[in-house]
């Protein structure tokens, strides 16, 4: 049975008055509204005395009750405005029951209202709304945490009272949005980062696509999947761990150049960097390579800082980083003899092991030479690159799906840009060799064998797909989610996700959902 708090009990006894008042909390009518708070604000002058009837909605957020006139304020979709509520004016005639007993009394804060009248400014200067009309839209049967601002001695607003608890933030992102508007800017510039991702590849040509979630193989990278079952077709299907497989199949198809926003699945741990639904943005395009993709990526990013801050700087806690072409460029061999005074370009396994064991770096017998490599650049180079730089010329076994370099043996042609201490992104120019592909994943098999979780797996149609023949190709993936967090100044990828995956919340064995009975 659900437990009511006391303030709760006393908004479901307010709902049951109001219904027998004959007021519908959860009226159906359409409530028209033709301004906004901010565009009021931004806009208004007394001496073209405009914004003469208006209509507005949205939550009330605080009321000053003062006999038979009231303050109040309203908080929309673009921010707050205040309402002057006048009881002669909202009930002209001799029931005041809407201004004495529902507004007064019924409404409380949090609850949907909509309101008719003019803008006019008080003797103070404050733009607000004589309030001529009122409506209850909804009744909010739950109290929202109540954010109080004061201004201290030396003259400081200081904040009471927030809801600044992360877990309960993330969980109740819905009211995390309410009371904390700096939030709900985090998830429009997120909005517009997509948006002049989207804008940059269409001016180019390129098709934005859609391609599988659910795969009957994963393939496209080195991750452990989210696996499920279809009834119907009695078959295993896993949720995609990334989706360039499917979409080389379109270039092979005839496509010059196509690219698709995606969610991605990964079984994988949690942190503040890594969700297990994630979104990247795969970019594939024909006759280029991954010289002209580094090209791309400077000039597509930096776009974006221009268009989300109108500067190629943005302050990213303590780091001020810098978006302007062109980048710092390191082979992988040159960033970690830089960092670390190691050179491992000519190392065997062996001697790499020795060289992680020297620099402290831990191991695990099932890692390969590729692995081994990964794990001595994200412990002691990853971390120091703050500005964006490409990390370029991977060793041949750590990218099963990177062409082998033109010009230098045991290496693919391949790049990652990382920034403030984590990738952002990841490309290559692709292995188009259906003979080389298939040997590199037979390699993927044999690491598979030897405990790699995270080792790909052989996939036959994509093979046959390179059988019939694609045109050299560079392809790119970017995280959205990790430059979102760049680009908001965000500590954590929970904070750039609407609804981030957390553990169970109930703790109490008869609140917790039932599983389902299998079959």
């Not at 933030?169 to 909005?191: A, C, G, H, S």
């Not at 499917?246 to 196509?258: A, C, T, W």
């Not at 491992?344 to 191991?363: C, F, G």
Request: proline letters at 5%.
């Amino acid at each position: 049975m659900q437990h009511l708090s006391e303030q709760e009990q006393l908004r479901r006894h307010k709902l049951d008055e109001l219904h027998k008042l004959g007021i519908e909390p959860y009226p159906s009518e359409l409530f028209d509204v033709n301004f906004y708070a901010q565009e009021i604000h931004d806009n208004y002058h007394p001496e073209l005395n405009n914004f003469q009837d208006v209509s507005l909605a949205g939550r009330v957020m605080s009321v000053r009750v003062m006999g038979k006139a009231s303050f109040a304020e309203l908080m929309d979709t673009t921010g707050r405005i205040q309402l002057y509520v006048n009881r002669d004016e909202i009930c002209p005639g001799e029931n005041k029951d809407l201004y004495n007993i529902v507004f007064k009394k019924l409404i409380d804060l949090g609850d949907f209202v909509g309101v008719k009248g003019h803008v006019f400014k008080t003797q103070v200067g404050e733009t607000s709304i004589h309030v001529t009309g009122l409506t209850l839209l909804s009744k909010s049967l739950r109290p929202l945490p109540v954010v109080k601002e004061a201004v201290d001695e030396q003259g400081n607003k200081v904040t009471y009272d927030a809801f600044t608890d992360s877990e309960q933030r993330y969980r109740q992102r819905y009211v995390d949005l309410v009371v904390n508007p700096k939030v709900r800017e985090t998830f429009i510039k997120r909005t517009q980062l997509v948006q002049a991702m989207r804008n940059y590849l269409n001016d180019k040509g390129y098709l934005e696509v859609e391609t599988p979630i659910l795969q009957p193989l994963y393939g496209g990278a080195a991750a452990r999947p989210f696996k499920t079952h279809h009834n119907t077709l009695d078959m295993t299907l896993y949720l995609r761990i990334a989706n360039e497989l499917y979409l080389k199949r379109l270039i092979v198809g005839g496509f010059d150049g196509v690219y698709e926003f995606s969610k991605d699945f990964r079984n994988e741990g949690m942190s503040r960097f890594h969700n297990p639904e994630f979104t990247q943005m795969e970019l594939y395009v024909a006759y280029k390579d991954y010289y002209w993709m580094m090209d791309l990526v400077e000039e597509m990013v930096e776009r974006v800082a221009m268009a989300l801050h109108g500067k190629t700087e943005v302050q990213v806690g303590e780091n001020l980083i810098n978006f302007q072409r062109p980048w710092k460029r390191y082979t992988m061999a040159e960033s970690i003899q830089h960092f670390t005074g190691v050179d491992i370009s000519e190392m065997d396994e062996e001697a790499l092991r020795a060289a992680a064991k020297q620099l402290h770096v831990p191991l695990e017998p099932s890692m390969g030479k590729a692995k081994i490599i990964d794990e001595i650049f994200g412990e002691h180079v990853e971390p120091k690159l703050i500005q964006p730089t490409f990390i370029t010329d991977y060793p041949v076994e750590m990218s099963p799906l990177a062409k082998k370099h033109r010009s230098k043996p045991g290496l693919v042609e391949r790049f990652e840009a990382i920034c403030n201490g984590k990738e952002i992104c990841n490309a290559f120019s692709e292995l188009n060799d259906p003979i080389d592909q298939r040997a590199r994943f037979e390699e993927q098999l044999e690491l598979g064998k030897r405990g790699d979780t995270e080792a790909m797996v052989l996939d036959e149609d994509f093979l046959r797909a390179l059988e019939y023949g694609m045109p050299p190709t560079a392809g790119l993936g970017i995280g959205i989610d990790r430059l979102s967090m760049i680009m908001t100044n965000s500590n954590s990828i929970q904070d750039v996700l609407f609804f981030p995956q957390m553990k169970p919340e109930y703790t109490k064995s008869e609140n917790a959902p039932k599983p389902e009975a299998k079959a």
